[in-house]
C-alpha cells in the first residue's frame, strides 16, 4: 500500500478530511536518516479503562511497545478506574468524562468486566474514540450487531481482543488439523466458578473455545444444548452438539466447579486419524496482549486487507450468534432441554 493511501485511511479512520489533518492530528515528525523526505509518524492517545489482569498488562505493554512495531504509535494517557488509584507504573488516573471529552485521547482499551463492554464501547463509539476491547464484546448478538454498525457509521475501528487465536499451542493445532476431514470432535473446558452476572452466560464467557471451534472447522449448526447445575456446590456443566457445514459432529463441554483446573481437553477424530494430544509448541518470544496490540495498531494504521477485516467481523459476530442460541436452549424449560 502506498504511503499517500495509508495516510488517506488513517484520516479517514479518524473522521478528519486531508486538508485540516496536521491542524487536527497529534503528529510527530521528523527527517529519516535514510531518506531526505519528511516522515509523519502518526499518534494515538489512548487510555486504558479497567484494571484487572488484563488492564494492568495493556498498561505495561503500552509503557514498553515493541521496537519498530505499530504499537509505537499508541500513545498512553492515562487509566480509568472505580478505584482512587492516583498512578500506576506513572500513568495517571482519569476520570471517565475526562477521557470522553479530551481531543488527546483517540482509542479506548477496554478491559472490564464483561456484563459492562456494551455500555462502555457504545459511550467510547458515540464520542468518537476507536475502541478495543477484551471478548465477548457484548452478552447479546443483537447488541454486538448494533455496536459493529454503528462503529462503521463512525468510521472507528472495534476491534475485539481474542488472544485464544494468537497462542503458539492454538497455531500448532491449526496447522495439524489443517487439511485433513473430519469425522467427530469433542473440546471440553474445565475452569473455576465464575461470578455470572458479571461474566454472562457460560456460551459468551467462554466464547474463546466456541471461537476455536469455528476458526478451525468453519460455520457450525446448534443441534442441542443442555446445561447441568448443582448451584448448592457452584458447579456448572453446558453441552453442546454442533454440525459442520459437512454434517460432521462436534461436542463442546464447558465445565467449571470450585477447585477445578483450568484445562482444555480435545479428541478431534479425522479419516486419517484421532488427535487426542495438542502438539507440543514453542514458546513465544512475543506476548499474547502485544500480539492483540500490534494488530489493533495496524488496524488504525490501515495496514490490515479488507479481506481480513471481513472474515474477522464475520467470525465474532457468528460466535455471538452462536451463543445466544445455545443460550436460548440451555434456557428451555426442563422437560425440553434438561
Not at 486504558?48 to 495493556?58: S, T, Y
Amino acid at each position: 500500500m502506498s504511503s499517500m493511501r495509508r495516510e488517506g485511511n488513517v484520516l479517514r479512520f479518524l473522521g478528519i478530511s486531508r486538508p485540516t489533518a496536521l491542524s487536527a492530528l497529534p503528529l510527530v515528525i521528523g527527517l529519516s536518516n535514510v531518506s531526505p523526505k519528511m516522515q509523519i509518524k502518526m499518534m494515538f492517545g489512548t487510555v486504558v479503562v479497567g484494571l484487572g489482569i488484563a488492564g494492568l498488562a495493556r498498561i505495561q505493554d503500552l509503557m514498553s511497545p515493541m521496537p519498530s512495531s505499530p504499537s509505537e504509535h499508541l500513545k498512553l494517557f492515562g487509566f480509568v478506574s472505580r478505584r482512587n488509584l492516583g498512578k500506576i507504573n506513572e500513568a495517571k488516573q482519569i476520570s471517565l468524562e475526562d477521557a470522553l471529552r479530551s481531543k488527546d485521547i483517540h482509542v479506548a482499551f477496554i478491559s472490564t468486566e464483561n456484563r459492562s463492554h456494551e455500555e462502555t464501547i457504545r459511550t467510547f463509539l458515540e464520542a468518537g474514540k476507536h475502541v478495543l476491547v477484551e471478548y465477548p464484546m457484548a452478552l447479546s448478538a443483537k447488541a454486538a450487531h448494533d455496536l459493529w454498525e454503528m462503529a462503521e457509521r463512525k468510521d472507528k475501528v472495534l476491534h475485539v481482543e481474542h488472544i485464544e487465536l494468537l497462542t503458539e499451542e492454538y497455531k500448532q493445532l491449526k496447522k495439524e488439523v489443517a487439511g485433513k476431514d473430519l469425522v467427530k470432535g469433542t473440546l471440553h473446558f474445565t475452569g473455576s466458578v465464575l461470578d455470572e452476572k458479571q461474566s454472562g452466560f457460560p456460551a459468551f464467557s467462554g466464547i474463546a473455545r466456541l471461537t476455536w471451534l469455528v476458526d478451525l472447522f468453519g460455520d457450525l449448526t446448534v443441534t442441542s444444548a443442555t446445561r447441568e447445575e448443582q448451584k448448592e456446590k457452584n458447579y456448572s456443566r453446558m453441552t453442546v452438539h454442533f454440525q459442520t457445514a459437512n454434517k460432521k459432529p462436534l461436542t463442546w463441554i464447558e465445565e467449571r466447579g470450585p477447585g477445578m483446573r483450568r484445562e482444555k481437553k480435545i479428541n478431534f477424530c479425522f479419516t486419517s486419524g484421532c488427535l487426542e494430544d495438542f502438539p507440543q509448541a514453542p514458546r513465544s518470544a512475543v506476548g499474547l496482549f502485544m500480539q492483540d496490540q500490534n494488530l489493533f495498531a495496524k488496524k488504525l494504521l490501515g495496514q490490515v486487507s479488507r479481506e481480513e477485516l471481513a472474515a474477522e467481523k464475520w467470525r465474532i459476530l457468528r460466535c455471538l450468534d452462536l451463543a445466544e442460541e445455545i443460550q436460548k436452549h440451555c434456557e428451555r424449560p426442563e422437560k425440553i432441554c434438561s
